[in-house]
């Protein structure tokens, strides 16, 4: 039987390419297939962005974008990840290594998990490493000097809901708590900051470490902003 390529799942971090690691790199170098996810109306995804810089198309080494369907129709999804999963299926049984590009690690939070679960599934045979990488809360931390757990202290990463009391719970289970992708539910939230006297403790970072970036330490000017999915906020108690 011959062989059968591996899919890595490659960390390309929160947004500056200098984040990526050397292990990251070389596997880009070395993998004849980077797929990497593509938006319907032809923009580059994030993804794209920070791992272009490092890899090109060239005569042996194809760039694969792979198109995820945005809906919650059960039935969609499992045909439309059945085909996605297919087209990367077809190059590693042809011997090829896969590196699929993804903004920060692989495991957290990420479209690789999926992709990741459905090809085990459909082709149990196919290796699968992941490579990690920095996150966007660390990158977040980063920016913002800011220790998010010394000693004792507890953290919580949330995906921020429109679940009040949820998310009220999280505030005050932790020391510190990081809310991802904060932007659809901001004046929820900081209306919780309010009511908990936590107002002065938090900040928000939009595409943190990016050429994008912008970062807010006055969340309170932030109560009517429109900002982007790749928002996060981070609240410090101490």
């Known amino acids: ?50 791992a272009e810089l490092y890899v090109k198309p060239s005569e042996g080494k194809e760039m694969l974008g792979l198109v995820f369907p945005m809906t919650k129709d059960k039935e969609v ?17 042809q011997g090829k290594d896969v590196a699929f590009v993804t903004e920060g690690d692989p495991l957290f939070y990420s479209t690789f998990i999926h992709m990741m679960r459905v090809m085990q599934a459909a082709h149990p045979e196919v290796p699968i490493v992941s490579v990690p990488g920095v996150s966007s809360f660390l990158g977040a931390a980063s920016r913002l000097g800011l220790p998010l757990a010394d000693g004792d202290e507890q953290i919580g990463i949330i995906p921020a809901t429109d679940d009040r009391e949820a998310m009220r719970q999280a505030l005050l289970s932790h020391d510190c708590v990081v809310f991802l992708k904060v932007a659809k539910v901001l004046p929820m939230i900081i209306g919780l900051l309010r009511e908990l006297d936590l107002v002065d403790k938090a900040a928000v970072a939009t595409k943190v470490t990016s050429a994008e970036e912008m970062v807010w330490t006055d969340v309170r000017e932030l109560e009517r902003a429109e900002l982007g999915y790749l928002t996060l906020m981070v609240v410090k108690k101490t």
Not at 6 to 34: H, M
Not at 77 to 93: G, I, K, M, Q
């Open 1 to 50: 039987m011959s062989r059968i390529g591996t899919l890595y799942g490659i960390g390309v971090g929160p947004g500056d390419p200098e984040l990526i690691t050397v292990k990251a790199f070389r596997l880009l170098q070395q993998s004849p297939v980077v797929a990497y996810p593509k938006k319907r109306m032809g923009s580059k995804s994030y993804a794209h962005q920070i």
């Open 77 to 93: 999804l499992e045909r439309e990840w059945a085909n996605t999963v297919e087209l990367v299926w077809e190059r590693l049984r």
